[in-house]
């Protein structure tokens, strides 16, 4: 797991200090205390959120076998069209390409 409860709490901590400092510019220290406890419950939810996103990115990062298999099966089913449609001229497939892509962008704008 990426972090602890601890680590929500440094944040909320964090968090707390900061705000409490910059609220006692504009308002009773009292205010600015409770400015600051609620700031920090926020933070402390935040650091669990942005937690769980972290480790899912880790969690996903650390299984790179199953997109490579993906990429790979496109590019094989890439390699085999292009060889049961041999090109004679390289001037033909561009136009073609161009003539697709304008077509595909004009289906986009279009919806």
């Known amino acids: 797991m990426a972090g602890t409860w601890r ?3 440094l944040a909320a901590a964090c968090g707390l200090v900061i705000v409490y400092l910059l609220a006692l510019t504009a308002v009773p220290p009292e205010r600015a205390f409770m400015r600051a406890l609620v700031t920090m419950a926020l ?13 899912a990115l880790r ?3 650390s299984f790179p076998e199953e997109a490579d298999t993906d990429n790979d099966a496109a590019a094989e089913t890439a390699a085999a069209e292009e060889t049961e449609a041999p090109s004679t001229n390289e001037a033909e497939d561009d136009t073609v390409d161009g003539e697709e892509t304008a077509r595909f962008v004009k289906q986009l704008i279009n919806e």
């Open 43 to 55: 933070y402390f939810m935040l650091a669990f959120i942005f937690r769980k996103a972290f480790e």
């Open 59 to 61: 969690r996903e990062q």
């Open 7 to 9: 680590t929500n709490a």
